[in-house]
């Protein structure tokens, strides 16, 4: 079953703009990651952060977690049209090596 | 870096008949790998977790008999939709881990199934 349910469903912004996704989730998690996926293919690994982290970066990536409010973010700057994608955030629980997907956002980025 | 390789990307098949997708890791090996399905514009659910040399573990709502696992080696699993039927065209999708806990998981391209 799916854990994670993420906000927006869809996003469309203009190139250049900062896109910000949310995502939460239900259980206590080892740590959370976010995937990316272009239209029919595989998923890409884009960013893991662990439970006992708030905040990572990875080039124009900025990913937060509050274990708190069992959420997290994925902001990313300076939109680019080939970040044109589908995000979806995934949990992997404490104990358990299999991962459960969010219900994903849908961007668009506007040239 | 890791690499995942799954075979067919594409494959159309009759009612009633078997397919089989398969899963490698080509530079790692992976003692567990995942099986998803994907509808479109959706999310992926969890088939199923494929065990090297033990018998699959399925999620709940999954049919054993209907999708078969077989992880015979650190290096493949397999997927077989046995008997296929139009709903089970979907995007089918492997993942593997170097490791069990906070890495990421490598991905597989995915397999269109389409079943006429």
């Known amino acids: 079953s799916q854990q994670g349910e993420e906000d927006p469903q869809a996003l469309s912004i203009q190139e250049g703009e900062n896109a910000t996704m949310n995502c939460s989730y239900k259980t206590s998690i080892n740590n959370l990651q976010w995937y990316r996926q272009n239209s029919g293919r595989g998923l890409v690994h884009l960013i893991l952060?662990?439970?006992?982290?708030r905040e990572k970066h990875s080039g124009r990536l900025r990913v937060t977690l509050d274990t708190s409010k069992k959420s997290s973010s994925l902001l990313i700057t300076a939109s680019r049209a080939a970040d044109t994608a589908s995000y979806f955030c995934?949990?992997?629980?404490?104990?358990?090596?299999?991962?459960?997907f969010g219900q994903g956002t849908r961007l668009t980025i506007n040239p | 870096g890791a690499v995942v390789s799954q075979h067919p990307s594409r494959v159309i098949c009759k009612s009633g008949t078997s397919v089989k997708i398969e899963c490698r890791s080509l530079?790692?090996?992976?003692?567990?790998m995942f099986w998803y399905r994907q509808f479109p514009k959706k999310s992926l659910m969890l088939m199923a977790t494929?065990?090297?040399?033990?018998?699959?573990?399925?999620e709940q709502g999954v049919e054993k008999d209907k999708f078969l696992i077989n992880h015979a080696s650190l290096t493949l699993s397999t997927l077989t939709v046995t008997s296929a039927h139009p709903e089970d065209s979907s995007f089918y999708i492997c993942s593997a881990s170097r490791t069990a806990i906070n890495y990421g998981y490598t991905f597989g391209s995915g397999t269109r199934l389409t079943v006429v």
């Open positions: 494929s065990n090297e040399g033990s018998k699959a573990t399925y």
């Open positions: 995934a949990t992997a629980r404490q104990g358990a090596q299999k991962l459960v």
């Open positions: 530079d790692f090996q992976a003692t567990t």
């Open positions: 952060i662990r439970s006992n982290e």
